[in-house]
């Protein structure tokens, strides 16, 4: 069984900062891309920003400059660090990771997520 946990979220006010962090445990052979996305309250699940395996990283455009996404291979782990945060990133924030099993089984994991919320 695979698992992503995330940490990190909480209250901030704006212009502030949080770190998010998302371990991935279980039978994991090999972990490709690993990314963010959030979900407001009432709106669609959005793209926030994606690492791969050889560090090349990409962001949504209202996230470029403010947020930086890294990872740990050792750790299994990804972070996404927001600075100058904004009223209208408050969301829950979700990892998934693109994980690598065994030779048969690949698929995209998701956590649980982790609500942030960003107060004006």
Request: aromatic share 12%; proline share 1%; with cysteine.
């Amino acid at each position: 069984q695979v698992q992503l946990v995330e940490s990190g979220g909480g209250l901030v006010q704006s212009g502030g900062s949080l770190r998010l962090s998302c371990a991935a445990s279980g039978s994991i052979f090999s972990i490709n891309t690993m990314g963010w996305f959030r979900q407001a309250l009432g709106k669609q699940r959005e793209f926030v920003a994606r690492i791969t395996s050889g560090g090349n990283t990409y962001y949504v455009d209202s996230a470029k400059g403010r947020f930086t996404i890294s990872r740990d291979n050792a750790k299994n782990t990804v972070y996404l660090q927001m600075n100058s945060l904004k009223p209208e990133d408050t969301a829950v924030y979700y990892c998934n990771a693109d994980i690598r099993v065994d030779f048969y089984v690949q698929r995209v994991y998701w956590g649980q997520g982790t609500q942030v919320t960003v107060s004006s």
